[in-house]
């Protein structure tokens, strides 16, 4: 089994553009549930150097669009082929608790996992984890990305 390679902040830093994990402990954070588009937000710092950006959606794009669907369709009585509904998402709750175990990882100086791109100086990031937790975010979508899914 090939196993993946977790790069450090200074070896993601020297590569100029990498996709994959760097694990590292965290010694700054910053994190915002309203801000940048009404879209929580969380920033942390790897090993004093590497800023690691986790967004989630914005709060007023949170509806899933289906096409096709024939028992949606009938129960509406619709010849539309297109029903939006609203789906409550947990990604602002998530991000409030990844943001407490970030708080405490840099209390205890315990390292952290993250998973991502880099470019342009800053690690953007999906996946958060901490000991056995691990949070995942959409990342950098715009809210017109992914309605033809």
Known sequence: MERLEKLTSEKVIRSK????????????????????????????????????????????????????????????????????????????????IASAFVDQSIRTRTPVEVDGEYKAGIFYSKFLKIGVWGFGFPGYKMPFEGRSE
């Open 17 to 96: 553009d990498y996709q994959g994990i760097v694990r590292g402990v965290p010694t700054g954070m910053y994190a915002d549930r309203e801000s940048y588009g009404n879209a929580p937000v969380l920033v942390l710092i790897l090993d004093e150097k590497l800023p690691c950006k986790f967004r989630a959606n914005p709060y007023s794009h949170r509806h899933i669009i289906m096409k096709n669907i024939d028992k949606t369709e009938k129960y509406l009585k619709s010849s539309s082929n297109l029903v939006v509904s609203f789906t409550p998402d947990d990604e602002n709750e998530n991000l409030a």
